[in-house]
């Protein structure tokens, strides 16, 4: 049951609660493959169920849900019925004679060897929402970002330009491959499993380069400050000061030793010291939720030429985060 439940949730990224399209709603089985297609995502796995035909992708992922995982489950079908049965439970599910419409683009190609996987899925938690919603291979760098944070890691050299919604996303593992054609993001997932994805960003209209450059020129003279967990540490030190206030912002200002305050007109003022790593002077308001977002295993670094941003380093991974005004 976990295994058809784990794969109903692959599915339903390629389904719709909405009325249309008409097959929207459905999974389709036919001679051991399973099918979704909601117009903007197709999804394509094989497994076997003992049906022709669809189900309504989402009564029986929320079904499965609430059967008990550790009591088995029989699947069979008569006519247009699918019987489900597990423990003292029998649900009858309609059979609709439905059909989904196939990709009219193949698989690209050239597909690339997704080793990545680990960089994409922290990517994603630096893209926003809407237009921003995406994380972006642009040939040997990905790249995320917000109005606020801008996340660049370098890669090797892919030779692929493309952006990749949360959907797209969650389907990306160590073992899967990815390209594109005529517009169709075409991610695979393994020998037999696929989906597309239609939903394309014209690559022309993002600011790729620009956002390579924010966060190279801010790395030129740069210097280390401090570890980002000491930060995070003295921010959830100063944290109840911030009580009944709707901005909760933090100040480093750094000299002999790096000063951390917060401040509320109501509540009163508390500081943490730190120990800096150099005795840059400076003075910046750091958003405590965006700051809550970074990685203990990164370290902060400022330049003194862009006084409205910070830098965070990891390995191969870079993040430019905006001051509060």
Do not use: W
């Not at 097959?23 to 099918?35: A, D, F, K």
């Not at 197709?42 to 550790?70: A, S, T």
């Amino acid at each position: 049951m976990l295994e058809l439940l784990k794969i109903t949730e692959i599915l339903k990224i390629g389904a719709t609660s909405k009325n249309y399209p008409p097959y929207g709603q459905y999974m389709v089985s036919e001679s051991g493959i399973l099918q979704t297609n909601n117009d903007n995502v197709f999804v394509n796995i094989e497994f076997d169920l003992p049906f022709n035909g669809g189900v309504n992708i989402f009564v029986l992922n929320d079904l499965l849900k609430k059967l008990d995982q550790d009591k088995p489950f029989h699947l069979s079908s008569e006519g247009n019925i699918l019987t489900i049965e597990s423990g003292n439970s029998k649900t009858d599910l309609n059979i609709h004679p439905i059909k989904i419409p196939q990709p009219k683009v193949g698989i690209p190609e050239k597909l690339v060897d997704i080793s990545i996987a680990s960089i994409l899925r922290h990517a994603s938690k630096f893209a926003g929402s809407g237009s921003y919603g995406y994380v972006f291979i642009d040939n040997n760098a990905v790249i995320a970002y917000d109005s606020k944070r801008f996340f660049v890691a370098d890669i090797i050299e892919t030779g692929v330009k493309l952006g990749l919604g949360k959907s797209a996303l969650s389907l990306i593992n160590d073992d899967c491959s990815i390209g594109e054609k005529d517009g169709i993001v075409h991610i695979q997932m393994n020998e037999a499993d696929y989906a597309k994805f239609s939903e394309y960003v014209k690559f022309d209209e993002v600011p790729t380069n620009k956002i390579k450059a924010i966060v190279k020129n801010t790395f030129v003279d740069s210097k280390s400050i401090c570890e980002v967990k000491a930060l995070k540490e003295a921010a959830d030190l100063l944290s109840p000061v911030f009580f009944g206030e709707r901005s909760h912002f933090i100040t480093l200002k750094s000299g002999d030793a790096l000063m951390v305050s917060a401040s509320s007109a109501v509540n009163g003022e508390s500081q943490v010291k730190l120990v800096a790593d150099n005795n840059l002077e400076f003075t910046i308001n750091l958003g405590v939720e965006l700051l809550k977002t970074i990685p203990d295993s990164y370290r902060m670094y400022y330049s003194p030429k862009f006084p409205d941003r910070v830098l965070f380093l990891f390995e191969q991974c870079s993040i430019v985060m905006m001051a509060m005004q």
